[in-house]
């Protein structure tokens, strides 16, 4: 099983990133929640976006309204848009896929960085 996640980089608050997590070597991904975490230099790591098998999906307050998760099950791939980024969204964003029953975390990528500049 693999996650590889993408589209990370620098931007100035205010902007935008669009995250990318592409799964391969499992053949029912569809039967997973995914989620997005990060975790910031010096603090703990957290869950930004959860996105379940049904497409119901949960948002950490700090992120509601100004990013989206969504899934293509077709291709295996998670996306998160980040809009209105501000400097506390910097942090590695980390993707994983999993049963509900590990909080969608029972496999997770490398990380991606995304560091928001003011």
């Known amino acids: 099983v693999q996650l590889v996640e993408s589209g990370g980089g620098s931007v100035q608050a205010g902007g935008s990133l669009r995250l990318s997590c592409a799964a391969s070597g499992y053949a029912a991904y569809s039967v997973y929640c995914r989620a997005w975490f990060r975790q910031a230099t010096g603090k703990e790591r957290e869950v930004v976006a959860r996105?379940?098998?049904?497409?119901?999906?949960h948002y950490a307050d700090s992120v509601q309204g100004r990013f989206a998760v969504s899934r293509v099950d077709a291709n295996n791939t998670l996306y998160l848009q980040m809009d209105h980024l501000k400097p506390e969204d910097t942090a590695m964003y980390f993707c994983?896929?999993?049963?509900?029953?590990?909080?969608?975390?029972?496999?997770w990528g490398q990380g991606t960085q995304v560091t928001v500049s003011s």
């Open positions: 996105i379940y098998s049904d497409g119901r999906t």
């Open positions: 994983t896929a999993g049963p509900e029953v590990s909080g969608c975390s029972g496999y």
